[in-house]
């Protein structure tokens, strides 16, 4: 079991010299809760599967008072006190948080809550795993309460912009017989403290709320709970008159119609009546041809307030998307998708319920290679927010190219908005902490399947363990995340470390160059796929995704001064920085401004000599991953490293495709050599 996939970085794998010594590691575990289903058992049993796994030992589970020897003590405080009596001193610790304390005799993992025990449960075994027996004490908290995934599951079994089989969750209609799938999943996004799963793709299917997927919703609650982690559904707006079977079928969906009212209440109880700890709704309305309140010139904070109203009395959440357009057309230069989220967003600041948190993708546009952050972040300091992350690589290699994204995150967590000229950094606000929100933190859309390494490819998993790491602690680093990331997955060996490392933090910069660079978008074919170089699909889609590029220019003009004024909606200092091409960075130049190819950058070379220049580098850099993969053959098992080549082989000649499409598309449409000589006939 060691080996299977589907432990992903819980493999607790033997590791040169990881003999059992009782000076190290207590023999005794005492797991303070009798029941099978609450995570502290569960906490109990992780800790002796991974004690026995990596050193061979079976520990005993308690799951009362033990002594007088060394034990591990895993419990929520409270219990733990009750037990042992008082703490010589009190951690101090908020909802999730744990305390975890190895420096005595006894080990004790003391969480706020079970949920938090079990966390810290999780912690201990990753340094078990990472032969770290440093003595340590400290207390551990999240910086936002909202992590969640978003699956984008249909009922169906398929998964919208899923790359790794059917859905775990989902067959013909209803939810699966067998959630064993679910269960697992579960442990695994418990460990990176992930504490809800929306299961559902947020272009949702009324006919998620029959009695019998109600039912069926139950028991996905059922099988995730014991790992802390909660159940959320996305909700088509329309549902009223979606003739759902088992509901009553209204004429409208106007969200304040009291019918209407009356029916989402009801559905609502329903559903709580099944899964009581139900983490809420996540709502995609007038978004991509989707129902919503714009449909009844109701706003949309009335149609968010609709379910935040039902949720309420069970301290449910609704997650509302910024993801809101309309589509727009490029023969007008000032029409612009990029404005649209903060022209609907700004105006409601202040009128969202509580328990409402907007839901804003981390660019302006669309998960792209590279994307300023979204200024809505900046724009409504009176209402909780979150950021979506895209751990499927829908525009960015579709887990066929390895591209390690939290350098990209970063990006925009780390990113300075400046509101009142005071440091106001992306990851402060969603965590609440800017603007003082109670209520805040991220969404990953994750979209795993039943395939065996969940996301279709070994190395896509480190996206996935960082997120959950970000999530808890957005100033987490890329480079700590992913070597910790390496040795749970492919052991202690440092050159594997190094040589992974190294690709991983490699990939993103050189994905970035092979496809589109200098704040470009991504240039993938937008119309179908999402996949592969289609830089002609960039114009005249109604989707916004431009770059406007022609014989002699290229790039959106998005000044104030002669574009659409996205600039403008950034924070002073911001907007100046943007507004200006002498102050706008080089890898965003394309994003802010319409420039000719010849415009020189700060790099000391032209705007079309660097897209030939960065193609061939980004390409280049793919061609090494295979080598330096190769180096660290039989240094991890055959069969990963003969499937994680296969991919890496794929990436090298898949980016060469990229480097050729894009020069050539750029040569042939500017008629301008390369200085190198590498690119066409002219
Ligand atoms: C992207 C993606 C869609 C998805 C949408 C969303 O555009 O391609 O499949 O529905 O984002 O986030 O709602």
Redesign the pocket.
């Given at each position: 079991a060691a080996e299977s996939g589907l432990n992903a970085w819980l493999r607790y794998a033997p590791y040169a010299g990881s003999v059992f010594d009782q000076s190290k590691v207590p023999l005794h575990i005492v797991a303070l809760n009798t029941s099978t289903a609450s995570p502290v058992y569960v906490a109990g049993q992780e800790l002796q599967t991974g004690i026995d796994s990596i050193f061979g030992q079976q520990c005993n589970v308690h799951h009362s008072h033990w002594g007088p020897s060394a034990t591990i003590v895993v419990g929520t405080i409270d219990e733990y006190t009750s037990v042992y009596g008082e703490l010589s001193s009190t951690p101090e610790l908020i909802e999730d948080g744990f305390w975890l304390n190895t420096t005595g005799n006894s080990v004790q993992i003391l969480g706020q809550n079970e949920r938090g025990a079990l966390y810290g449960a999780f912690e201990y075994l990753s340094m078990l795993a990472q032969a770290n027996f440093t003595p340590v004490a400290y207390a551990a908290n999240p910086a936002a309460p909202i992590r969640w995934t978003n699956e984008?599951d249909n009922l169906d079994g398929s998964i919208?912009?899923g790359f790794a089989g059917n859905s775990i969750f989902f067959a013909n209609g209803v939810i699966v017989s067998n959630l064993t799938r679910a269960a697992e999943y579960a442990r695994i996004l418990a460990s990176i403290r992930i504490n809800a799963v929306v299961v559902n793709n947020?272009?949702a299917n009324a006919s998620l709320l029959t009695p019998d997927n109600i039912a069926g919703l139950g028991r996905i609650a059922d099988a995730m709970r014991p790992y802390g982690v909660q159940v959320g559904i996305s909700l088509f707006f329309a549902s009223p008159t979606s003739a759902v079977q088992g509901q009553a079928n209204l004429t409208t969906f106007d969200p304040l119609d009291p019918g209407v009212v009356n029916w989402w209440t009801n559905v609502t109880n329903q559903i709580y009546a099944k899964v009581p700890d139900m983490a809420g709704y996540l709502v995609?309305a007038n978004?991509?041809g989707q129902p919503g309140p714009l449909t009844y010139n109701r706003t949309l904070a009335e149609g968010a307030n609709l379910f935040a109203k039902a949720l309420q009395p069970y301290g449910g959440v609704v997650m509302f998307?910024a993801?809101v357009y309309n589509l727009v057309n490029e023969s007008i230069w000032t029409q612009d998708r990029a404005v649209e989220a903060v022209q609907f967003f700004q105006p409601l600041d202040g009128q969202f319920d509580e328990n409402v948190v907007i839901q804003i993708?981390y660019g302006p546009i669309?998960?792209q290679v590279r994307e300023p952050a979204s200024p809505l972040f900046a724009n409504i300091p009176n209402t909780n927010t979150a950021i979506e992350l895209q751990v499927t690589q829908?525009y960015l290699g579709q887990q066929c190219h390895l591209v390690y994204l939290p350098p990209l995150w970063q990006t925009v967590l780390d990113f300075d908005l400046r509101v009142d000229n005071k440091t106001s950094l992306v990851r402060d606000v969603i965590t609440g902490q800017r603007f003082n929100r109670t209520l805040g933190g991220s969404a990953g859309?994750v979209n795993v399947g039943l395939n065996e390494t969940w996301l279709g490819s070994h190395l896509s998993l480190s996206n996935l363990y960082a997120y959950g790491r970000l999530a808890w602690n957005p100033a987490d680093d890329p480079t700590s995340m992913v070597q910790d990331w390496i040795r749970l997955t492919f052991g202690l060996d440092q050159s594997v470390i190094d040589a992974i490392t190294q690709m991983s933090l490699e990939s993103w910069p050189a994905y970035e160059n092979y496809s589109g660079n200098l704040g470009e978008q991504t240039l993938t074919d937008i119309l179908y796929t999402?996949y592969g170089p289609n830089p002609q699909s960039q114009e005249n889609n109604g989707y916004g995704q431009w770059t406007r590029s022609d014989h002699l220019t290229v790039g959106m003009d998005r000044t104030v001064s002669n574009g659409t004024g996205f600039s403008g909606q950034y924070p002073p200092e911001v907007f100046q920085m943007f507004e200006n091409i002498s102050t706008t960075p080089d890898n965003l130049l394309l994003w802010f401004h319409h420039v000719n190819y010849t415009q020189m950058l700060k790099s000391g070379v032209t705007v079309i000599q660097d897209f030939y220049d960065q193609h061939y580098a980004g390409a280049a850099t793919a061609q090494t991953f295979v080598s330096t993969w190769q180096s660290i053959q039989g240094l991890i098992d055959a069969e990963r490293y003969s499937d994680q080549l296969f991919r890496l082989v794929y990436q090298a000649g898949h980016s060469l495709v990229w480097r050729d499409a894009i020069v050539n598309f750029y040569n042939n449409i500017s008629g301008i050599p390369d200085e190198a000589g590498r690119v066409g006939n002219h």
């Open positions: 984008w919208e912009r947020v272009n995609k978004s991509e998307r993801f993708k669309d998960f829908e859309v999402h």
